[in-house]
């Protein structure tokens, strides 16, 4: 089973590519699995039931997303659902939502579990690496996806370590900015700090550099607009091979 993860799905002009250039890529890519995060998929971000249907339309089966999961309040009855899209498992227990699905394929179970990193982040959350090891503790699959939502990529790495030959891949979001750290770690978990954005190219972090550029010069409030040009789809293809659980290969895709 080839499983197609996507990087943050950046507003409309992000969901629209992900429209484009899916159905091809999963022939491409023998992608059985796509797993995306959606957390910034609506315009001036968030995520809403429009996005959301939006992406599983195109192909996506679940649906991640981290810390703008709770901003639009409209999405809060399909977090509640729960039916392929997850926030992060170490949100206060009161947030709407669940921090895994199970994707019921019956040839392949496939477990996805959203966590969010804590370091340059808030608000406070729980641990990552406890609310990992109570999850674990109960996920009966031997193929778990991790969605590490994280900006420090020294805690992106450490939970990697952590969760080492415990889960099938840890893959970071957040940053928005593909790294070039594939690899399978000493344990066999496949592993990325961040598999990079579905978003505009020559924008920062998918919103117009001159706004951007703006509120860090000046220090001043400044309306965020999504850059709707020269939209790059971004993310990790992980093979997973006859040992249950095991990924054999990870590897990064970018269609510009
Ligand atoms: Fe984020």
Same mark, same amino acid.
């Given at each position: 089973m080839n499983v197609l993860f996507l990087g943050d799905v950046v507003g409309q002009a992000g969901c629209e590519k992900v429209r484009r250039e899916l159905p091809r890529l999963k022939k491409e890519l023998s992608a059985g699995i796509v797993v995306a995060n959606?957390?910034?998929?609506?315009e001036g971000n968030g995520i809403t039931p429009y996005s959301a249907q939006h992406l599983f339309a195109s192909g996506v089966d679940v649906l991640t997303t981290g810390n703008?999961?709770?901003?639009?309040? =409209?999405?809060y009855d399909l977090l509640e659902e729960g039916n392929g899209i997850v926030r992060p498992?170490?949100?206060?227990?009161?947030? @709407?939502?669940?921090?895994w699905f199970l994707?019921?394929? @019956?040839?392949f179970p496939f477990a996805v579990v959203n966590l969010q990193g804590r370091v340059y982040m808030d608000p406070p959350l729980a641990s990552p690496f406890d609310t990992a090891d109570a999850l674990l503790s109960k996920i009966d699959c031997a193929n778990i996806l991790v969605d590490f939502h994280a900006e420090a990529t020294a805690e992106m790495l450490a939970l990697g370590h952590y969760l080492d030959g415990r889960v099938s891949a840890v893959i970071g979001t957040h940053t928005h900015v593909q790294t070039a750290d594939e690899r399978l770690l000493p344990r066999g978990t496949a592993y990325i700090t961040d598999a990079g954005m579905?978003?505009?190219? =020559?924008?920062i972090l998918g919103v117009e550099k001159e706004r951007a550029i703006e509120r860090l010069r000046t220090g001043l409030p400044v309306r965020f607009q999504n850059d709707p040009e020269q939209i790059e789809l971004c993310g990790v293809l992980l093979v997973f091979g006859k040992? @249950?659980?095991?990924?054999?290969r990870i590897e990064r895709v970018r269609v510009p």
């Open positions: 959606g957390e910034n998929s609506a703008h999961a709770l901003r639009r309040r =409209d999405v498992a170490n949100f206060h227990p009161s947030a @709407p939502g669940k921090g994707h019921d394929n @019956p040839a579905c978003g505009g190219r =020559d924008s040992t @249950p659980g095991k990924v054999e």
